[in-house]
C-alpha cells in the first residue's frame, strides 16, 4: 500500500460511518488488541488553545529527554501531521504500515454491521504507532467535546482542560456551562485535572466535576505577562515552585494561558515521578512551534482563528501589534460558524478585506462573506480562489503593509502550502 492509497482508505470511511458512543472505539480496540492501554498519556480538551498547549506539553517532555507521540486534529496541510513522534509527522510509509494493520480490523467490523467513523480510524492508528514505537508519553487531543469523543476509551496519567468556550453548539450545547460539562467528560477518578483560565460558569462547572471524581486540580496563573510581537513572557506560581520570567515562543497574550494549562499538566507529571527539570520546561517553552497560528511568514501572518474564542485572542494582539491603517485581511470561513460575530469584530481592525472559499464543501461563498463584511461599513473584495485573494491582499498592502490571514484551518492549510512554495519561505517546515 502507498501512502496515497492509505489515505484514500482512511477518507473512504468518512460517508459511511456512523457515530455510536464510544461502543465504536471499544470494538475496534479490542479487535488491535488494546494498545492504548500500554501507553502513559495526557488527555487534551478545549474550545480553543488545545493544540497549542498540546504542542507546549511535548516540546518541554521532549527537552526533559522523554519519546514523545502527539495526536491532534485537525491537520494543516497533510494527514500525517495528525500522528507526530518527537515532533515529526509519521512518514508516508509508516502511515501505509499503520493503515494496512488496521484495516482488516475495520473491514471485519464493518462485517458485522460496526461502521467506524474516519476520526475513530485516525485515532486507532495514532493508538497502535504511539505503542509501536514504545513512546514514554503520548499527548492525545480531543477531536469534539470530550465526553463521547472516540479519544475518552483512555485512561491518562493526567487531563487538561483549555479554555471552554462557545463552539459546536449543535453538539454540545447552548450555554457555557453545558459545553463545560461535556468537556469534563474526559476527567477519571483520582487522575489529576489540568485547567487552563477559565470563565466563572465553566470553571464551577469543572471544579464541581473535579471534585466528583476525586481529582486533584492544577491550575496555576500566569503573572507579570510580559507580550512582544513574538512571544510572552511572565511568572508563574506552580503547586511545588514559582517560576520567574518564562517565555513562550508562541504569539498571543493567550498563549501565557495556554501555557498555564500545560504547565500544570507538567507539574502533575512531576508529582507522579516524571523527571521534568525546570530548564526542560524553560527550552520547551523558548522551542515550542505550532503551524498556522500566529505563524508569520514575512509580511503576512496566518491565524487559525475559525471561533468567536480564537478570534477574540486574535483581535486582541491586532490591537497590540498590527496597526489598522496597515493591515489587510484576507479570510474564509465555514457556513456553520458565528460569522456575523466574527466579522463584527474584525472589521474594525483593518483597512479591508478580501473574502474567498476555504477548500471545504461548507464554506461560506466569497461573495456572501464578503457582502457581510460590506454591511459593517468595510471595503471588502471577493476572489473565489484563495492564491488569488492572497495575490490582491498582496497587493492592497504593498510594500509596508501586513496581511493577516484568518479563518477556517482549511483555509490557513491551503495558504500555508502556498507561502512555503515560495522560495523565501521553501525551508520552513
Known amino acids: 500500500m502507498t501512502e ?7 477518507h473512504s470511511v468518512y460517508p459511511t460511518g456512523k457515530k455510536n458512543g464510544l461502543l465504536n472505539m471499544r470494538a475496534l480496540m479490542d ?41 491532534t486534529s485537525p491537520y494543516i496541510e497533510v494527514y500525517n501531521e495528525r500522528i507526530r513522534i518527537n515532533g515529526a509527522p509519521v512518514s508516508g510509509d509508516a502511515l501505509a504500515a499503520l493503515v494496512e494493520r488496521v484495516w482488516p480490523a475495520v473491514q471485519a467490523l464493518m462485517d458485522e454491521g460496526i461502521a467506524v467513523t474516519e476520526f475513530e480510524l485516525g485515532t486507532a492508528l495514532a493508538f497502535c504507532a504511539f505503542a509501536q514505537e514504545k513512546v514514554d508519553f503520548a499527548i492525545i487531543e480531543v477531536g469534539l467535546g470530550g465526553r463521547l469523543d472516540p479519544t475518552n476509551i483512555i485512561t491518562p496519567k493526567v487531563c487538561v482542560i483549555t479554555e471552554v468556550g462557545m463552539d459546536h453548539m449543535e453538539y454540545l450545547g447552548s450555554t457555557i ?7 469534563a467528560g474526559i476527567m477519571k477518578r483520582r487522575v489529576p485535572v489540568a485547567l487552563g483560565p477559565q470563565r466563572h460558569e465553566a ?22 505577562v510580559a507580550e512582544t510581537a513574538d512571544g510572552v513572557t511572565f511568572d508563574v506560581r506552580l503547586h511545588e515552585q514559582t517560576i520567574k520570567s518564562l517565555r513562550v515562543a508562541l504569539r498571543g497574550r493567550h498563549q501565557a494561558e495556554n ?24 527550552r520547551g517553552m523558548e522551542a515550542v512551534r505550532w503551524p498556522g497560528r500566529l505563524e508569520r511568514f514575512g509580511h503576512v501572518l496566518l491565524d487559525g482563528a475559525h471561533n468567536d474564542p480564537g478570534v477574540r ?26 460569522t456575523q460575530k466574527m466579522c463584527e469584530r474584525l472589521a474594525p481592525r483593518v483597512r479591508c478585506v478580501v473574502c474567498t472559499a476555504p477548500p471545504n464543501p461548507r464554506a461560506m461563498a466569497a461573495g456572501k462573506l464578503a457582502g457581510v463584511f460590506a454591511s459593517l461599513g468595510l471595503r ?26 484568518c479563518g477556517s484551518l482549511y483555509l490557513i492549510g491551503e495558504m500555508r502550502t502556498l507561502l512555503r512554495g515560495e522560495k523565501e519561505f521553501s525551508d520552513v517546515i
Request: proline letters at 4%.
Open 31 to 71: 479487535r488491535l488488541g488494546n494498545p492504548q492501554e500500554r501507553l502513559s498519556m495526557i488527555h487534551v480538551a478545549g474550545t480553543n488553545g488545545k493544540g497549542s498547549c498540546c504542542a507546549m506539553i511535548e516540546r518541554c517532555l521532549r527537552e526533559a529527554g522523554y519519546k514523545t507521540g502527539m495526536y
Open 203 to 224: 470553571l464551577d462547572v469543572l471544579m464541581a466535576a473535579a471534585k466528583g471524581k476525586d481529582c486533584t486540580v492544577y491550575d496555576p496563573d500566569a503573572q507579570n
Open 259 to 282: 501555557a498555564c494549562a500545560a504547565l500544570g499538566a507538567l507539574s502533575a507529571l512531576r508529582a507522579q515521578g516524571a523527571q521534568i527539570p525546570l530548564e526542560a520546561v524553560r
Open 177 to 183: 456551562g453545558e459545553i463545560a460539562l461535556e468537556k
Open 380 to 405: 471588502a473584495y471577493a476572489q473565489d480562489r484563495p492564491a488569488d485573494a492572497l495575490a490582491q491582499a498582496r497587493s492592497l498592502a504593498g510594500p509596508d503593509g501586513q496581511v493577516l490571514v
Open 313 to 338: 485572542a486574535l483581535c486582541a494582539y491586532c490591537d497590540a501589534w498590527l496597526p489598522k491603517e496597515r493591515t489587510v485581511l484576507v479570510t474564509g470561513m465555514l457556513e456553520d460558524k458565528e
Open 4 to 10: 496515497q492509497e492509505a489515505i484514500a482508505k482512511i
